[in-house]
């Protein structure tokens, strides 16, 4: 059932929606796609009081100005970006109520690279293939543009109390873990130990297809790949290109390559890695595999963590039509006594 429609005016160049993605389909050539940070879908969940994570706008580098036909609630989440509503700032990690007449603007991003803004009810735009997700190098779903309306699905706790989740750590740079792959073993002791060793910033070359990785490092982990065949790649894995360079494949990669793989990133530091700006520093660590939590268990985990929005008295326009006060009276008591 359809709540309103979410507008979009002035907005950033590589807008899309996006979702968890289509898996199970790279042997028909079709990568998952979907958000190139999911853990960010799954804090909206968490901070709308949903059951599983839904559509969401992808807003790399910046956001835009966005109203509402329907009152709905709006989940700011992924990298933090200047956000306000009617021009008073709004704290990002957080959930609030958007009205009919109100614009939500939202800048650049302050850390990261990538943020989100899920309404209560999902985005509830056609499905292919069972996801909303444009995934563009396929040539499913298009860059949202100016003027856009998006149909939403209806919030049904737009009276639900205001939350916000403490700012999460991953925007930074850091420690990557990367797991082994079927063709590590290619890579000599010492080639893996100055791979760990290099420090590592995010490249120009970078797109929802892959994440080039710089270095100032000698690239001493370089091996000829002439005579291999090309196989299954998939989302994390770090291919060395002919001069050396590190791509870490991306939501939207090819499911079929020839470059040699060192490694594939963990599941868990995709959002890390895909989230450091261009002076972030990156380091990889090779590790062993670790369970990865259910989707239950990852949204039980956010809730947890869920604490209250506390508003400034002075930033509510509507302040006096809350009851602030319980035990009311028509102000005669003394008189009457």
Known sequence: MSGGELRITAPGPMLSVQDLG??????????RGGAQDPQALWEAAALLGL????????????????????????ALTGAPMRASIDGRPVPWHAV???????????????????GYLTPGGGLSTAEVLGSRAAHLAAGIGALLQDGEALPTGRDRATDMAASFLPAPDRFEGGSIRVLPGPQTALF????IRAFEAAGFTRGARSNRQAIQMQSEARPVWHRDAGGMAS??????????????TPFVLGAECQTIGGYPRIGSVHPEDMGRLVQA????VLRFVFAAPTPLPSGPERLRALTRQLQPLLRDPSTIPDLLSYQL????????DLDRA
Do not use: N, W, Y
């Open 277 to 280: 700006g261009p002076k972030a």
């Open 51 to 74: 059951p599983r994570p839904v559509a969401g706008i992808e807003m790399p580098g910046m956001g835009g100005r966005f109203t509402v036909t329907a009152k709905m609630r709006l």
């Open 325 to 332: 006060i319980s035990g009311v009276t028509a102000g005669d």
């Open 231 to 244: 196989e299954p790649i998939q989302a994390g894995d770090i291919q060395i290109t002919g001069d050396g």
């Open 22 to 31: 289509r898996p199970g389909l790279a042997a028909q050539g079709l990568s």
């Open 96 to 114: 609030h109520a958007l009205s009919p007449g109100e614009v939500l603007s939202v800048g650049g991003a302050t850390s990261g690279t990538t």
């Open 188 to 191: 000599s002791e010492d080639q």
